[in-house]
């Protein structure tokens, strides 16, 4: 029998669990509501007995992979800080799974690195051994892969796109994370700009939808978003001059939307030594790419 794993993807909405085998097909997956382990006395307990069910349910499996949305520690054993689930800051993660679970191997990353990880073993086509990823969901995730393997620098948890700096002073994660993008579209309806969207209740999905619907209002929020992402990708690309770029996560579904600001931007920033041959495409893993990811985390890993 191949050798499947659990991967499991940590995020502030959902914590996905999948079966995974070594072609990165996801044999099964299932996924539980962040809050509901919060609600718990013990969240990280109530994190554990939900892996302990699935290695009761699948006793063939020995490795697991975890990928969580926040900074780790060098050694990849311990959570140091997780902005949207704090139950997860400075806890020695693996020390506790290995002690209730002694016969099983796991292997924990940021969600973003992980993310790289699974497009650098699946990817639908060909991959160089250097590019930047970025993620585009509740924040601005990212990750760089240098010949091959995750750039961590100095203390484990380098490219933290996200927190670049941007034009208007707020970081890029503050001007297009799912909460700014859906604060963008709420200042423009209350301006009376002509729209679909109903400012009660509005979700960042809604918005997506809007602008694929060429919603003048939703457009215009997602020229914004492309600008501010050209911002991060020149910051990226000046630091690590790389030229492949993959963008995933749930805000890529408008990509063709964005992009023009966002070439408009790195053609305004970059000289040509930089931009003759990049190319930005979207990722290939879709919304499977953090159970994946985590996944190929125990890869050849004893």
Known sequence: MKEEYIGIDVGGTNVK?????????ILKKIKYPTIDLRKTTNFIDSFSDKIGIHLKDNPHIQ???IAVPGLISKNRRSTVFMANISEFNNVPLLDILEEKHPNISFFLENDANAAAIG???FA???IPEDFLFLTLGTGLGSAAVLDGEIFKGGNGNAME?????TSNGKTAEENMGKKAIVEMALKKIKKGKKTSLNKKNLTTKEIILAAINEDPIALKVFKKVGTIL????????RILDIDTVYIGGGVSKVFNILNKSMYKEIHKRLPEYYTKNLTINLASLGNDAGIIG??????NKK
């Open 63 to 65: 490795k697991v992979g």
């Open 161 to 165: 796109a996200g927190h670049i700096i």
């Open 119 to 121: 497009e650098l073993n």
């Open 294 to 299: 985590a996944a190929a985390l125990c890869f």
């Open 230 to 237: 050209g911002e991060a990708i020149v910051s990226s690309i």
């Open 124 to 126: 639908k086509k060909d």
């Open 17 to 25: 669990f999948g079966i995974v085998n070594q072609e990165g097909t």
